[in-house]
């Protein structure tokens, strides 16, 4: 297979690349973008009009013209999140951060975020989503952590603040919540939100990795099919275990292999190719809450075991290297699919039980 020593790939970001805060896929995006670069390429970001990037090219995007109208002549790879809606005459590769409509037939050049994403849609085509970790800023590795939070988005039902909220005050432990400032206390929780529980907003990174260095792990019991769970991956980075929901690509993030929708090694199995529960060294899962509250209360996970993890597993370098060789095998003309992946589940919509 030729290999290609220099390419020029062209990434559309679909937030503002200079926000204070960036939303998850721009952040990856950006990230996988300076790394790519550091590697020898050249990359030029297609991005919301306004958008700043200190190190790369920023073209703004033109909602009036077609997206074919405005990919530079020398291109060699155009690097999407959203399936295109137009022919384009250029190689194309997109990262399926969320999960398509049902019987959606996506791009044959689509790479997941998980295995358990891609098994869904009939594939094994899989890069797990990476981040620059920043090594520069001390983190606490050590014990005195006293409290547990929450990092995401608050206002999804499916990702169930409010079990969070009942297994912190449970635990009779603090819980800190991280989210969006959409979140609307009026939705029937401002009322939980007091005595067991603070809620912060958005935070800019050092305000939230201050937070995170005094948490003893991160509660997440989602109830859905979550595609890849980028707070699960910062918080080990933080040194905090996870405690949550054995669904979507999280048993995978807690290091569990996946084989044809099973995990290996496991418990029982229950239905949507998951476990009833399982421990790593990076956390704990299971569809009961009182077997992840009596993990939360006998917590001993080893915090400089979830960093180093996160560092290993998780870097945006491992990413990059991953999507090069994408990128090589179709610029070398042979597609990641050889038919079109297609799902036949609403997965973003569909509630899995979490029990007593």
């Known amino acids: 297979m030729f290999q290609r020593p220099f390419m020029n790939i062209l990434i559309a970001a679909p937030g503002h690349l200079s926000a204070p805060l960036l939303d998850d896929q721009t952040r990856v995006l950006k990230d996988l973008g300076k790394t790519l670069i550091q590697t020898g390429h050249r990359v030029t970001f297609l991005a919301p009009r306004g958008s700043v990037c200190d190190f790369a090219t920023v073209i703004d995007f033109d909602p009036k013209k077609t997206l074919q109208e405005q990919i530079p002549e020398n291109t060699d790879l155009l690097h999407l999140v959203k399936q295109p809606e137009e022919a384009l005459n250029v190689p194309v590769v997109i990262t399926a951060f969320n999960h ?152 995978e993030i807690l290091g569990k292999k996946m084989n044809h929708g099973h995990i290996n090694g496991s418990k029982d199995h229950v239905g949507h190719g998951e476990v009833e529960a399982f421990y790593s060294d990076f956390g704990m899962l299971s569809n009961k809450k009182s077997e992840i509250l009596e993990a939360i209360k006998g917590s001993d996970f080893d915090p400089r075991l979830c960093h180093e993890y996160a560092g290993d597993m998780f870097s945006i370098q491992r990413m990059a290297d991953q999507y090069l060789k994408v990128y090589q095998q179709i610029l070398n003309g042979r597609p990641l699919h050889q038919e079109p992946p297609v799902t036949h589940e609403d997965w973003d919509k569909k509630s899995l039980p979490l029990f007593k």
């Open 100 to 251: 398509a409509e049902k019987d959606e037939m996506l791009h044959p050049n689509t790479v997941f975020v998980s295995e358990r994403q891609a098994q869904q849609y009939g594939s094994d085509i899989f890069i797990h989503p990476g981040l620059e970790f920043d090594s520069n800023i001390p983190i606490n590795l050590k014990s005195g952590r006293t409290y547990l939070h929450f990092l995401g988005n608050a206002a999804r039902t499916l990702n169930n603040i409010k079990g969070a909220i009942e297994m912190a005050g449970n635990a009779s432990m603090r819980l800190h919540i991280i989210g969006e400032h959409r979140f609307n206390f009026r939705q029937g929780l401002r009322s939980m939100v007091s005595t067991t529980a603070r809620y912060h907003g958005a935070l800019l990174p050092d305000g939230q990795k201050a937070l995170l260095s005094g948490s003893k792990g991160l509660v997440f019991p989602i109830l859905w099919q979550k595609p890849f769970a980028l707070p699960v991956i910062e918080s080990f980075w933080m040194g905090c275990p996870a405690f949550g929901t054995p669904y979507g690509a999280l048993p």
